[in-house]
Structures are given as C-alpha cells and as structure tokens.
C-alpha cells in the first residue's frame, strides 16, 4: 500500500497506466447503498435548497472517484426528483440546467469514458425501479442509457484527487468508498482538499467503512450510520497540498500583523472568506492551454458547459460575444506579461445582453514554469464614480446620460476595440506566416538533402549491378572450362590458399562462401589467373 501511496502522490509516469487499471478497484453500482441515499435526500438536499436565491447560483456538487459514473447519476437522479417534487411541474430540462451543476472526477481516463457514455448493461441497472429506468434512462444497444439532459448536468474529468487542486464553492461533496483505497498518508492530503472546497456549510459524504480521523473536528456529524457530515462554519481552513495553482493558499502564508488569538483569527478569517465569497467578481485563472483550473464567484453569466465532450476549455465555455476579446487579451497579456483590460464587452446570455469589462492578470506561481492568467469578469456598473458639481454635456438634470449619448459612446468603443482586434489578427497573422516561411524553408532543405541522399543511393545501385554482371559473366565462363582435376599440382599460384578452401570454392555454395560481391570477384579473378597460367 506504501508503494500505492507513492505512485498517487507522485508524477506518475504513463507506464503506470497498465498498473493503475490492475490495482484500482472500480466497483460501483447504481444506487449502491440505498439508505445512504435516502439520509442524503432528508437531511442534505432540504437545506441545499430552501430560501435558495437565483443570484446564489446552482447547486454545486462533486463526486470524486465517481468510477464508470453510476454513483453521478443516482445522486442526480435523486436530486432532480427531490426538486421536481417541490416544483412538481418544472420540465426536466429547465430542472436540470438551472438548479444543479455536477462535477464527476476519477484518476482512471477509461472508467470516465464508460462514465460520460452513461450506456449501461442490463445487469449493472438491475437495482434501478421499472419507474427510474422509464424517467430516466432509453433502451440503446441492448442495454440502457441515461438521457442527455441528465449526462448534460454533468461534467466528468480526469483527477488525482491526491495532488490536483480540488473544485470549490461546493455544495455536496460525494466521496463513497475511495478512501478506503488510500493510506494514511494519502487521506491526511484528500481530506484537507475536500473541506477547502465546500461551502463554509457544505455537506461531505463518505462511504460506510470510511471516516474523517484526526479531521473529525472540522466537520459537523450529521449522519453516523450513513457517514453524513458538515463543514464548521468556524473551522480553519486546513494545510492542504494540492500541487496545482492555489492563490488563497498563497495568501495565508503572508505573515500575521498581529498576535491575535486563534480563535478570533478563525473568526476573522471566515467572515473575510464568507465575504470574498459572496462579492468575489466573477473570475477564473486559465493555464496556457485556456484551460479553466480555477471557478470563483460566480461565473455562470459569462461562461457555460459546452454542448458535447465535456471540457474546462475557456474557449470553449464563453458565452457568445465574449471569445474575440478574451482571446485578444489572453495573447496580449501572454506577450507583454502585463494586465490587459478590455471595456465593454458585450455578452449574451439566456437571451439577454448586457456589459461586462474583462481583466487578464497574468500571475506566476512560485515554483512552477507553468504560467497562469487571472480573467475577472467585472460588471460595469460597479465602477467607482466621481461625484460632480456641473452637469457634463450629454447628461440631463439628474445627471443621467441621454440614451443617443450612451449609444453613440458605446459604439465608439466597439470601434476601438474591433480595431485592437482586427490590429492583433493582424499581427498573429504576421507570426503564423513568419512561422509558415521558416517550417517551408526547412521542408525545401530536407527535401534537397533527400535528393542527393537518393543520388547517393542510385550510384551506388549501379556499381552495384555492374558488380553483379561481371560475376555472372566470370561465372558462366567458370561453369563453362573443363575442371582439371591435379587441382593439388596447380596450388603453387594461390599457394597461399588452404586447399580444403580452394576445393570447396569450386562446390554451388562458393559464393555464399566468400564475404561480399568484390571479394567474390577478387577471388574468382584469382581463379581465372589459376586457370589461364600455362
Ligand atoms: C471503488 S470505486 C468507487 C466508486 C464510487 N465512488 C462508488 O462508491 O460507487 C473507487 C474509484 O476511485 C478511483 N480512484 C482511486 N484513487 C484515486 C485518486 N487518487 N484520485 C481520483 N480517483 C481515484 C478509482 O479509479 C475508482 O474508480
């Protein structure tokens, strides 16, 4: 199990693959352990939606480990039918999207593939009610599948739950019989990374031989038998050691300014995090690739699931109207390693427009050759304002601006920024065909190295079947003399040849004898002196 350890906490190397999938146990099951559903469904699922607000977004859940996905789609199954029985007439599809967003994660790329199929055989829904499998589920190939709105809420992805950065804002965490598979050593890391992500009253499911240990004080017992627990509202953010990106992490190491106690620090400490949660703008750090690693505030605005494979691409999640700038800023702020602002921007969302101003601050972390970005989604409205005695032109008694004003300033800036666009395309163009030039002239060299390469090759090929004429004509005429047979009297010319060597020379297999075609003619040329001599 040491060993175990050694290889989830480190890189592993892709040869371990073939090992990961002998070693990890993928056993899973559709409503696995019933009754532990039933206390997720009465305990947990009440207060993850009562006086739940629009602004306060979906509900958040992560099940990590989740194997080959039939563990994801029972919690959804039971979440959508504990909503549709408080809002008994809402469409599945409206359900789905807006009240719940599922993160499903595991270490094992070919359990996610059967996982995001959501195709199962008849065996493995057996345990699901006639009922269930109507609602939720179509026949396909022989076996059943879990309908598209449902595999919609979810987005799996690849993650070692040991050393990759956890998601956050969470609010059920559903981590069943994963523990187990891990030591000490591994849990004393997972633990920490759970309860850095949920809510500061998120909920955290563990399976029925699993407990929380030394970290049971940090956690709320909600349900013994059925593992059910809740983060303290008051509990310390925990030493956690994930190796990905982690500003907050960074932030708390700055030294304290005061001698505080503890406790009051906690308290301090969870108000500032309450805080930073609630009016945090909207905002993600991307990697190089513009792949999402991070989701603060809430971003639900600006960005969506893809429809299709499910991604954490940037690119792919942005709202229509947002792509050209972001990526404008993006590569702007990658260039000059400098923040980038654009103002303005207009995005799209559930049929609505409205202005958002981007911010890309590209960020370094201490240790990693990796670069980050920090795009923050700010809302126009909440810029500071200066208060002013006059009125300004363009802006009536109450100091409002006329709509033509408004208008007219909004499409200058639109003009500016498609001429920062269009400048920027132009300059990727300029890169992408310097680029072009260099890759040609390399394909012309290598091309003309080939060409004398293959002329090298041709000479060769001639010499060669000049060679071969030439034995083929010395060993007709050889296979046309008489063979003397004193062959003993005549070894005083080639005396220098053993005689068994040079009556076997005269055997079929003389040539295969000798080592190349040159020897070959070297000897039989010898030969024909021999032969010739009076
Ligand atoms: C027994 S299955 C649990 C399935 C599901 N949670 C359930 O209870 O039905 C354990 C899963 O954990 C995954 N796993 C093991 N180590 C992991 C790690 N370090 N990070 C993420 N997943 C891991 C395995 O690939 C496997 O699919």
């Given at each position: 199990m040491r060993g175990f350890e050694a290889i989830q906490a480190g890189h592993t190397p892709s040869e371990l693959d073939e090992l990961y999938k002998d070693i990890l146990i993928h056993v899973t099951g559709f409503f696995r352990d019933a009754e532990a559903y039933g206390a997720l469904r009465e305990q947990v699922f009440p207060n993850l939606f009562r006086d739940r607000k629009p602004e306060d977004g979906p509900v958040r859940v992560w099940i990590p480990g989740c194997s080959t996905g039939e563990e994801v789609y029972s919690i959804c199954i039971i979440l959508l039918e504990y909503i549709w029985e408080q809002a008994s007439n809402m469409p599945i599809s409206s359900a789905a999207a807006k009240e719940i967003q599922v993160f499903a994660t595991d270490i094992s790329e070919a359990s996610l593939d059967r996982a995001r199929s959501g195709l199962y055989s008849e065996g493995a829904v057996s345990g699901v009610s006639a009922e269930r499998l109507k609602r939720f589920f179509v026949r396909r190939d022989g076996g059943y599948q879990i309908i598209k709105s449902i595999r919609e809420m979810c987005i799996f992805a690849k993650q070692n739950l040991a050393k990759d950065p956890p998601f956050s804002s969470l609010d059920l965490i559903s981590c069943r019989n994963l523990l187990i598979y891990l030591g000490p050593v591994l849990q004393q890391r997972v633990i920490p990374a759970m309860h850095y992500g949920l809510k500061p009253t998120g909920y955290l499911m563990l399976g029925g031989s699993e407990s929380l240990g030394a970290f049971s004080d940090h956690f709320t017992l909600i349900d013994k038998k059925h593992k059910i627990y809740q983060k303290k509202k008051t509990a310390a953010r925990l030493v956690t050691y994930f190796t990905g990106f982690d500003y907050t992490q960074r932030k708390s190491e700055e030294p304290r300014s005061s001698n505080l106690p503890e406790t009051v620090l906690t308290v301090e400490k969870e108000i500032e995090r309450l805080l930073v949660n609630r009016y945090i703008p909207a905002s993600v750090v991307v990697n190089e690739q513009l792949e999402i690693v991070q989701f603060h505030g809430r971003t639900g605005a600006f960005l969506e699931p893809a429809p299709g494979h499910p991604t954490f691409s940037l690119s792919k999640m942005a709202r229509e109207g947002l792509l050209v700038d972001l990526r404008s800023a993006l590569s702007k702020a990658k260039k000059d390693n400098s923040t980038v602002r654009k103002e303005g921007v207009v995005v799209t969302s559930n049929g609505s427009r409205r202005a958002v101003d981007l911010e890309v601050v590209p960020l370094r972390v201490q240790g990693s050759s990796e670069r980050f970005f920090l795009v923050v989604f700010l809302d126009p409205a909440q810029k500071p304002t200066v208060p002013s005695r006059k009125r300004p032109p363009g802006r009536n008694e109450r100091g409002r601006q006329s709509p033509v004003v408004r208008d007219n300033q909004r499409l200058t800036r639109e003009v500016t920024q498609l001429k920062e666009q269009f400048q920027s395309l132009i300059e990727e163009h300029e890169t992408t065909l310097e680029e072009f030039k260099t890759a040609n002239e390399e394909v012309l060299s290598a091309n003309e190295e080939l060409q004398s390469t293959n002329e090298e090759l041709e000479t060769a090929k001639e010499e060669l079947h000049s060679s071969n004429e030439e034995l083929t004509t010395l060993n007709e005429e050889l296979q046309n003399r008489p063979i003397r047979v004193n062959v003993k009297r005549k070894i005083s010319p080639v005396g220098s040849m053993p005689t068994p060597f040079l009556v076997s020379a005269?055997?079929?297999?003389c040539f295969e004898r000798a080592h190349s075609i040159r020897e070959s003619v070297v000897f039989l040329c010898s030969l024909e002196t021999f032969f010739s001599s009076p």
């Open positions: 005269f055997s079929p297999t």
